[in-house]
Structures are given as C-alpha cells and as structure tokens.
C-alpha cells in the first residue's frame, strides 16, 4: 500500500477501468508506486481539506502533480480544481485535467481555473498510456514546483 | 402643399372648390338679377317718357283747339271784315275791340296783325318786335300753324293765320296773323321739367328739324331718329349729346313735334347702385362661405392627419399609438375602428413577442439537452470503448504468448473497431458542432491557410511522395477556424486518396466568378463514380470500402456544412481512377 508521504501523483477518476488502464500507463514508466487514486471528487476534497477522518492524509505531504478527470460523482472536476486554486497551500500543484474529448467545453472552463495542463483520454491505449505517463513525467521530472 | 392642383392637400382643395363654386353661382345670379332690374328700369324709363309726351301733346292740342276757334270767330267778325275790305281806312276800333276777345291789350309773347291780300299789314297789335314778314296767303280760312322759327337767335315764333272773307263763302279779302312767342328761360324749363319729375327733359321743336328748343334754349334739332313720328308716342334709343331714351309725338295738325327723354346714365344709375350694393353683399356671402368649407375641411382633415400621424408611429413601431376621438359621425367612426385595429395589432404583436420568447426558450432547451447529449456521448460512449481497447490490449501484450493465433487475429479485429468507432464519435462531435459554433467573419488570407495546413497534410504523409501545387489563390471573407477544417478535409481527402499514387499530386487554384470566387481542390487520386455524385457530401456517405481507404464519411459532409454557412456552394468532378476536383465558392474580401 502506498503512503501518503510517499505520494507524487494524485489520480482522481471514479472509473475503475480508466483508473486501471492509467495506473498501467504509469507503471510502465515505473511512476505506479507514487500514486493514489480517488474515487471521486468528494474524496479527493476530503484528502486534501477533510477534518482527520481521513485515514491516509498526513498534513504535510502534497503530492507533485494532481490528474484529474472532470466528470466525477458528488463533487465534479471542476469543483475540485476551484477548491485547490482557492487554497494557497495547494494552489501550487499542477494539475492536468482528464477529458474523453476535445470538444468538452468544460476545457475552457478548467484553464480559467487554473489548470495546467489536459490530456485527451483517446479510445486508442498506446496513445492514452503515451500521453498520460509524458504528462505524469514531465511534471514529475522536469517541472519543480515552488519550495 | 404644391404642385398641381390634383396633387394639394385635401385641406386646401375643398375650400378652394367650394368657394369657387359659391362664386360662380354668385355670379350668375348676379348677372341675372342686375339684368332683370336693367330691364325694369328701361321699362319704367319708356313707360315714363311715352306717358310724358302724351300729355304733353294732348295739352297742346287742346289749346290749339282753343286758338284756332278764337281765330275762326275773330275772322268772321263783321266789324273786322268791314276794316279789312275797306283797306283799313275804317272800323279800326271794331277790329281791335274783336283781336281783344282774342288776346286782351297788353297779353306778353303775343303780336296780332291784319293783312290785305296785296301784301300790306293794315294792323299790328301787340309786341312789335314779334311782327311777322309778308307771307303767301294760306290755303284755306282755318287756323294754320306755321313752323317755329328764330328770330334774333332767342326767341322762337310760330304763327297761326287764317284768311278773312268779304262774307260768309265770300272771296278772300286778307288775312289773320296771331304770331306766338315761345317763353324759354331756365325758370321756364326748370318749371316745367319739374313737373314731368325733375330728371326728364323736354324738347319741343319742328318735325322737320331747326329750330328747337329744351325749354331753356335754343338747341340743335335732336337726330332724325328721335323724331320719327307715329301715331302714339314709341319710345326710341338714340344719341343726342349722350345716349337717350326718348318718346316723340307730333301735335296733330301743326309741323310741331314734342319729345321726353331720359338719360340712359340716369335710367340705370339706379341699377348700377344695386349692382354695388348687390356685389358687395355676394362678396361677403363668398368669404363666409370660404370660411364656412375652410372650418369644414379642417374638421374633416385635421382627424385625418392625426390618423396619419398615429399610423406612421405605429408603423415606426409605437404600438401604444391612438387617437383622440370625438363624435358619432364618420370620421368619430373611423377613429373608433383605427384604435380598434391598432389594439389587435398590439395585442398580436404582444402575442408574437410571447411566442418568439417561448419558442426560444424551447429551442435552449433543446439546444442545451443536445449539449448534453454530445457530452455524453463524448464522455460515457468513449470510456466503455477504451476499456475494451485497453483491455484487449492488456490481453494481447501480457498474454499474447498464449493464445492462438485465430485468438490473436480476433483481439487485431477488435482493436480495429475500437478505433475506427472513436474516430467515428470524434468525427460526428466535430460535425455537430460546426451547427452551434459562433461565426466570426473576417478577412482570410486563403493562400497563407492553405500552405500552413498543407505543410501539416506533407508532415503526416510522411515519406510517401505528395507533390502539392498552390496557385494564387485570393483573400475570403468568412470564418478562418472553419474555413482551415474545411481545406484540411479536403487536403487529408486528397492525400488519402492519391495514396496509391506516386507521385501523388494534388493541386489548389481558383477562378473568379462575379463576386465570388470559385476555389477547388483537385487531385491524381481514386477519384469517384460521378453516378454517386450526389452522395459524395452526405454523412456517413462512402464511395469506396473501407478497405480500400479509410473514413468515417463525416469529411466531406463537414466541408460542406462550412461552405454553405459562408453562404457559399460546393460540387465535386470526377471518374473512376481519373482523379477527382473539388470546387467550393465564398465571398471575395476586397484588399481596400
């Protein structure tokens, strides 16, 4: 099991065949240890601003870059990405939105927000896997978010 | 308010009518009822002047009478007849004594004398300076009046003679002389003219001309048609000085005629009088006439120009427009029915407006459940058809060394399907989307959009041998976003289908047409069955099997629904393994 101290990416997606096919994606990057997955919009709030209940969140550890799909039960994506932009603790984590299309004009919406980045889930896995682990690295690897 | 006469405004046409009309039935009434009172007072003048000299002539007849039965009576006095036969050496007081019955001593304006028939004067009595001159015997004894004459141009003297007889039926022994003077004088003529009321004059004079007189004094005698004489007095128009109307009459039985005449200037000053007071009182009838029609046409005009007003205001779209209206009459109606109309066309509009708002609120909704529903299809259609890509995929990497290899062929089908069906989702939401997408007209340089999307169409044909010629092409008018989807399909088309060519060629030009200008896309390619033609832009249409070449057949259907939102047309040539051209048309963009 993943801890949370240990944590750099944060993926939140309710689908579990998304979540799995992404997870992959990742660890065929070797990126897969450093990442936890919520399932819904509500869960990643509570990770982030919950009172305690919350069993794996630690004051402290912030993970180094937030994948989020914008369509998520109880709490929508865009919801999600206010509230982190609204915080000044967590305002400084990259966040790169999920989408099933380019058309969604929810994209828009998301880079008002403060997104930093999005990435097209294609139906095609290569593809999906390619863009979601160069994603993953680059802001892993290249981009140092401020200390 | 100029113009012809037909073309002014009602206001000034019908009071100008009616007071044209009240004036000439004026006029004529007046023309008529000045001539009735013309004729009138000519009637009256001849009735007037005829009556005059029938009197006067009936007056001097008598006293003709009168004369000449003195005269009869002195000429067969004995004592006279005694004086004159004895050659007035005896009985010259009888003859006086008998000339006193005549005319006593002393009697003014008259002279007697006796005459022998030698042509002596045995006598003269009376004023000596009317004396006669020796004259012809008459024709006979009874008393013949002489014509007048002038002596000493004053005085004006006529004669009555009769012969005297040795007896009774005796031979003629002399004559009879009572010579009368004619007293004119203003007081004479005042007097007199006084009489047959004041404005007539009287003439008396010879019926065959000079001398005559008006009473007052010796005048010229008055022209011969003023002195035609018949048996009563007529009375006759002429000139005499200025023109006249007159009646003549001779006194029977002398060479003396009288005449009453009234100046026609007179006659008619009275009707002229009338004519004035007349005219004056029809201009007055005219002006309040023309007021009268000018405060009708008012009335009548001046609703028809608030109509007016309110019409054009709710024509410019003041719908609350109406006007005041007063009265029962047609126009208080007319007002009543504009009012009428002008609340149903309100009220209409007021309909239209809800329905227009309710229709656009139905065509939101309807507009934002198709929103939805590309996002659900974008969304929840693509996430099933990743996992079973994805999955298929985990199978065939981490399993594939297991499987056989009709498993492994079977896993190859279901990634193609895969792919081709989120091609297909991609490829309908863009199209779709081209429907809701706002239009930003502006000017497109068409030679710079198509070399960009041609250097891109190079890049992804990659090493396969694509030759691209691009002639000057013009600037458009339209949206530059989709006019680049719609030259990538069409490139992309192009490329796709010249695949099997090498080189492939294909070639972007244009062609002016009026205003618009006609671009086309043509390539070496596949090209089509020109049966099919009409199929080509359809969605979903394809002309060749998927195996052949690829396509969801959204490109072309895309390109067209561009072109014809720039207002433009699109058409495709081709044949079979000839290649195919593809035409579109848009509006030229000026380069001021």
């Known amino acids: 099991m993943t801890q949370p101290h240990e944590v750099e990416i944060l993926l939140v997606e309710d689908n579990p065949s998304d979540a799995e096919l992404t997870l992959r994606a990742l660890k065929q990057r070797n990126l897969a240890n450093q990442v936890f997955v919520c399932h819904d919009g509500a869960e990643a709030l509570e990770f982030f601003f919950g009172d305690g209940s919350h069993a794996l969140r630690e004051i402290g550890v912030v993970p180094k870059v937030i994948l989020l799909d914008l369509k998520l039960p109880k709490v929508d994506g865009l919801e999600v990405l206010r509230r982190l932009k609204e915080e000044a603790r967590t305002k400084s984590i990259p966040v790169v939105v999920l989408t099933s299309s380019r058309e969604e004009p929810d994209i828009a919406k998301a880079y008002r927000l403060g997104a930093n980045s999005y990435i097209v889930k294609p139906v095609d896995f290569e593809a999906f896997a390619r863009a979601v682990s160069d994603v993953g690295l680059y802001w892993l690897l290249l981009n140092h978010p401020p200390r | ?592």
């Open chain 2, 1 to 592: 308010m100029s113009g012809l006469p037909w073309n002014w405004s009602i206001e000034r046409k019908l009071p100008l009518f009616f007071s044209a009309l009240l004036l000439a039935v004026v006029l004529v009434m007046l023309g008529a009822a000045y001539q009735q009172v013309r004729t009138a007072a000519l009637t009256f003048a001849s009735e007037r002047v005829k009556r005059s000299t029938k009197e006067w002539v009936n007056a001097s007849q008598r006293s003709t009478a009168q004369q000449r039965t003195q005269v009869a009576t002195l000429v067969a006095d004995p004592g006279l007849r005694d004086f004159v036969a004895s050659g007035g050496r005896r009985g010259r007081d009888w003859a006086l004594a008998a000339m006193r019955h005549v005319a006593p001593d002393n009697t003014p304006n008259v002279a007697m004398e006796l005459w022998d028939t030698g042509g002596h004067r045995l006598l003269l009595r009376g004023d000596s300076a009317l004396a006669s001159d020796p004259a012809p015997l008459p024709a006979s004894d009874s008393g013949v009046v002489s014509p007048y004459r002038v002596r000493r141009d004053t005085l004006l003297l006529s004669d009555m003679q009769a012969v005297v007889r040795r007896g009774p039926e005796g031979e003629v022994i002399g004559r009879v002389v009572v010579v009368r003077r004619l007293n004119v004088s203003a007081l004479a003529r005042q007097t007199l003219t006084g009489i047959a009321g004041g404005d007539m004059a009287l003439l008396i004079g010879n019926v065959d001309g000079d001398p005559w007189t008006d009473l007052e004094k010796v005048i010229p005698a008055p022209p011969p048609e003023a002195r035609v004489v018949h048996d009563s007095a007529i009375a006759v128009s002429y000139v005499r000085g200025d023109a006249k109307i007159g009646a003549a009459a001779r006194i029977p039985g002398t060479p003396i005629m009288f005449i009453s005449e009234l100046s026609r200037r007179q006659v008619f000053a009275q009707s002229r009088t009338y004519l004035r007071r007349m005219s004056l009182i029809a201009a007055v009838i005219v002006v309040i006439g023309a007021l009268g029609a000018w405060s009708v046409s008012r009335r009548i005009t001046d609703p028809l120009n608030h109509l007016t007003t309110a019409a054009a205001a709710i024509a410019a779209g003041d719908l609350g427009q109406r006007v005041n209206v007063s009265g029962t009459d047609e126009l208080g109606r007319l007002g009543h029915s504009f009012n009428a109309m002008a609340g149903e066309v309100q009220r209409a509009r007021g309909d239209l407006e809800g329905q227009v708002v309710e229709r656009t609120r139905a065509l939101r909704e309807t507009n934002a459940e198709l929103e939805a529903f590309s996002y659900s299809v974008s969304h929840d259609l693509r996430a099933p058809l990743r996992a079973i890509h994805g999955f298929a995929r985990i199978l065939l990497e981490d399993h594939g060394t297991g499987l056989e290899p009709e498993a492994k062929r079977v896993l190859g089908v279901i990634d193609d399907n895969t792919r081709r069906m989120g091609q297909l989702i991609d490829d309908l939401l863009s199209f779709s989307r081209l429907g809701r997408k706002e239009f930003e007209t502006a000017r497109v340089d068409m030679a710079d959009l198509v070399r960009t999307v041609a250097a891109e169409v190079r890049l992804r044909a990659g090493d396969r041998p694509l030759d691209i010629a691009i002639g000057p092409l013009p600037p458009a008018l339209g949206d530059r976003e989709m006019l680049r989807q719609a030259i990538t399909n069409l490139l992309d088309n192009a490329a796709k289908f010249t695949r099997q060519r090498a080189p492939g060629r294909i070639e972007v030009g244009h062609r002016a047409d009026g205003a618009e200008t006609v671009y086309y896309v043509k390539d070496n390619g596949a090209g089509f069955d020109p049966r099919y033609t009409s199929k080509l832009f359809g969605v979903f249409q394809r002309l060749h099997r998927a195996e052949e070449f690829e396509g969801t057949g959204v490109g072309l259907a895309i390109v067209q629904r561009i072109v014809l939102r720039h207002g433009g047309r699109v058409w495709a040539e081709g044949q079979p393994d000839a290649g195919a051209t593809f035409f579109f048309t848009l509006r030229g963009a000026s380069d001021a």
